[in-house]
């Protein structure tokens, strides 16, 4: 992945222009087939995560029981439909990330959420391992306000356990989504189309406490 060496978020005022009209002409998901853009039907929820580089994240959304479709994309950001070289570039604010449909029967939010912590390292601000910029920072980006009431207590959870095991605070933002952009048909579903693909998605090997209702 193109990397940027910006450490600081661009501010509205200073972000490219995008443009109108999206960068994308969807296709249904190249693994299962489903659809990635809505509507979705009324059963299913969205959530968008940020973790890194978005190929292997979302690699490890579609093979979770209970997600009906992924894609990936940019949050977060100023710039309207940005393209990939954009947000690279570090001048629109967004950070690359995946959508995640699913069906709150089969999977809960906070099942969704423990796999977000668990498969990355979220302590480590402008990037990713290896991968450097605004555009690899973590987040969490939610569609209700049960989402991030269940996002801010898996962080609260989650914060004294990665501590101990002897990383620094959690950095990952927590908001309410603004608006999701999807990135061009190549990233979609990028490693299933290109198995020996880049993947920079790598866990702390530290486990993420879930909520009463799910266990422990």
């Given at each position: 992945?193109?990397?940027?060496?910006?450490?600081?978020?661009?501010?509205?005022?200073s972000?490219?222009?995008?443009?109108?009209?999206?960068?994308?002409?969807?296709?249904?998901?190249?693994?299962?087939?489903?659809?990635?853009?809505?509507?979705?039907?009324?059963?299913?929820?969205?959530?968008?995560?940020?973790?890194?580089?978005?190929?292997?994240?979302?690699?490890?959304?579609?093979?979770?029981?209970?997600?009906?479709?992924?894609?990936?994309?940019?949050?977060?950001?100023?710039?309207?439909?940005?393209?990939?070289?954009?947000?690279?570039?570090?001048r629109?604010?967004h950070?690359?990330?995946?959508?995640?449909?699913?069906?709150?029967?089969?999977?809960?939010?906070?099942?969704?959420l423990?796999?977000?912590?668990?498969?990355?390292?979220?302590?480590?601000?402008?990037?990713?391992?290896?991968d450097?910029?605004?555009?690899?920072?973590?987040?969490?980006?939610?569609?209700?306000?049960?989402?991030?009431?269940?996002?801010?207590?898996?962080?609260?959870?989650?914060?004294?356990?990665?501590?101990?095991?002897?990383?620094?605070?959690?950095?990952?933002?927590?908001?309410?989504?603004?608006?999701?952009?999807y990135?061009?048909?190549?990233?979609?579903?990028?490693?299933?189309?290109?198995?020996?693909?880049?993947?920079?998605?790598?866990?702390?090997?530290?486990?993420?406490?879930?909520?009463?209702?799910?266990?422990?």
């Amino acid at each position: 992945m193109w990397q940027s060496r910006k450490a600081k978020i661009t501010e509205p005022g200073s972000a490219l222009p995008g443009r109108d009209t999206a960068i994308l002409d969807p296709a249904p998901h190249f693994v299962n087939g489903n659809p990635i853009v809505g509507p979705f039907a009324a059963n299913l929820e969205s959530i968008v995560v940020a973790m890194g580089c978005f190929w292997g994240a979302e690699r490890i959304f579609w093979t979770l029981p209970g997600v009906f479709t992924t894609a990936v994309g940019y949050a977060g950001g100023s710039s309207p439909n940005p393209t990939y070289e954009e947000v690279c570039s570090g001048r629109t604010g967004h950070t690359e990330a995946v959508l995640v449909v699913f069906d709150p029967a089969v999977v809960s939010v906070d099942q969704i959420l423990k796999r977000f912590w668990e498969e990355h390292d979220p302590t480590q601000g402008m990037r990713q391992g290896n991968d450097r910029g605004t555009q690899y920072r973590s987040a969490v980006y939610t569609n209700t306000e049960a989402q991030l009431e269940a996002a801010s207590a898996s962080k609260d959870r989650y914060s004294p356990v990665i501590r101990a095991a002897g990383y620094g605070d959690i950095t990952t933002e927590i908001e309410p989504l603004g608006e999701f952009y999807y990135a061009e048909d190549y990233h979609q579903q990028y490693l299933a189309k290109n198995p020996s693909g880049y993947c920079g998605i790598g866990g702390t090997g530290v486990s993420c406490p879930t909520g009463l209702s799910e266990g422990v």
